[in-house]
C-alpha cells in the first residue's frame, strides 16, 4: 500500500536523450523540458558550468579550457560521468528538486535501436545514479511510432522512421514489438557537416555549425522547391583569413545533402525489402505509409523524395519534434498496459 502511496507521490518521468536535444516528459503534466543536450566543462578544474541552452550558447565562443560537449554520440553515451550530471540536472530541473527529500521518480529513457547491453547498462546506471529510483528503456522507434498513435500493438504493419541528431532509426513494427530495425549514422548533425564541407570546397568558406543548421532549416531540401531561394553564409576566407559574405542558393545546398540523403532513402528501401509481405500489404492498404518523425524529417522536399523514390505514402506526423517523448510519455502513463513495449533491463552481475 505504502509503495502505491509513493508511486502516485512521486512525479515519474520520461526523457529523450537526444544526440543534439533533450526532452523531458513529467507524468500527468506533459512535456516540461526542451533543451540541448550540451554540457560546457571546464577542463582545468572538470567543474561542470552550464548544462542545456545556457552551454549551447558557450559554442564557439569559450576560451580553449572551457569545452562545450555533447556526452552523447548518436544517441549512445559517450561520456558517462557528464551524462549522468546532464541526467541529474534534468531531473531536478523536472521535480524542483523535491527528490532530495521526497520519493524518487521512475524513468522511462529512450535508446536507439541495435545498442549493446553494455551501452544499455550505462544508461541505466547513469539514470540511477542521477536520482531515479527505477528505469525502464525503450527503443525510440517504438516511442514514436506510439506518440503518432499507431496501432503498434495490433497484428498489422506499422512503419516509422525517425530521423534525430545523431542517427536515423527505420523500423517495421507489429504486435507490440520491432519485426526489421535499421540504424544509421546519418541524421541531422551529418547533414550540417556536409554543408560546413560543401561551403569549404566550393568556396574556399570556413562557416560554423550554427550557421551550417540555419542554411539546412532555411533554404535546404530534399527535393527541388518550387521557389527558387537563397542566403547569405559568413564566415572566414580560407585563403586569406580574413571574414567574407557569400551568396548560396537552395540548389547549392540540395547538392550538399545528397549523398547523405541518399543513404537515408537506401536504408528504408533495404528495410521495405527485408519487410513480410502481408505486413507490407497492412502498411499499404491501412493508408499509414511511412511515417516520418525526427527534426530531421522536417527539410523541405523530403517526405515528397521518400514516397517517389519507394512507391509508399509517405507523411511527416504532427509535431514531429516531441513524437519520441509523447510516445515514452504515454506509456508512462499507462505502463500497465503498454510494458510489453520496454526493453528487457535485467542484467547479470559480471563475475567477480
Not at 528538486?97 to 541495435?114: E, N, W
Amino acid at each position: 500500500m505504502l509503495k502505491k502511496i509513493l508511486a502516485h507521490i512521486s512525479d515519474d518521468i520520461a526523457i529523450d536523450l537526444g544526440t543534439a536535444n533533450s526532452l523531458v516528459y513529467v507524468k500527468g503534466k506533459g512535456i516540461v523540458i526542451t533543451e540541448p543536450s550540451v554540457v560546457a566543462v571546464n577542463k582545468k578544474t572538470g567543474q561542470i558550468l552550464a548544462i542545456g541552452e545556457e552551454a549551447k550558447k558557450m559554442v564557439g565562443r569559450t576560451p580553449a579550457y572551457i569545452v562545450a560537449t555533447r556526452p552523447l554520440v548518436s544517441g549512445v553515451v559517450s561520456d558517462f560521468e557528464i551524462t549522468e550530471q546532464m541526467l541529474r540536472y534534468f531531473i531536478e530541473k523536472a521535480g524542483r528538486k523535491r527528490y532530495l527529500i521526497g520519493p524518487r521518480p521512475r524513468v522511462i529513457v529512450g535508446i536507439p535501436c541495435g545498442v549493446t547491453e553494455v551501452e544499455k547498462k550505462a544508461v541505466c546506471d547513469a539514470a540511477k545514479n542521477a536520482g531515479a529510483r527505477e528505469v525502464f528503456l525503450i527503443e525510440e522507434p517504438m516511442a514514436s511510432a506510439i506518440g503518432a498513435r499507431l496501432p503498434v500493438q495490433d497484428a498489422g504493419g506499422n512503419f516509422i522512421v525517425d530521423i534525430g541528431g545523431g542517427t536515423t532509426e527505420v523500423a517495421v513494427i507489429s504486435l507490440g514489438g520491432i519485426v526489421i530495425a535499421k540504424s544509421i549514422r546519418v541524421a541531422g548533425d551529418k547533414l550540417n557537416e556536409d554543408i560546413i564541407q560543401f561551403v569549404q570546397d566550393q568556396y574556399k568558406l570556413l562557416i560554423g555549425e550554427r550557421t551550417a543548421e540555419n542554411a539546412k532549416i532555411n533554404i535546404g531540401s530534399a527535393y527541388p522547391l518550387k521557389e527558387k531561394k537563397q542566403m547569405a553564409l559568413r564566415g572566414r576566407n580560407l585563403i586569406t583569413g580574413l571574414p567574407e559574405e557569400i551568396l548560396v542558393s537552395d540548389e547549392d545546398i540540395r547538392r550538399a545533402l545528397d549523398k547523405s540523403i541518399k543513404q537515408i532513402v537506401t536504408e528504408i528501401k533495404t528495410a521495405i525489402e527485408e519487410t513480410p509481405p502481408e505486413l507490407l500489404s497492412d502498411i499499404m492498404a491501412q493508408g499509414s505509409g511511412i511515417q516520418l518523425v525526427g527534426g530531421g524529417s522536417l527539410l523541405k522536399g523530403l517526405s515528397t523524395l521518400i514516397q517517389k523514390e519507394t512507391k509508399i505514402f509517405t507523411k511527416i506526423i504532427e509535431d514531429p519534434m516531441t513524437a519520441m517523448v509523447r510516445g515514452a510519455g504515454m506509456v508512462l502513463e499507462n505502463l500497465d498496459e503498454l510494458e510489453e513495449v520496454l526493453v528487457e533491463t535485467d542484467y547479470l552481475e559480471p563475475p567477480k
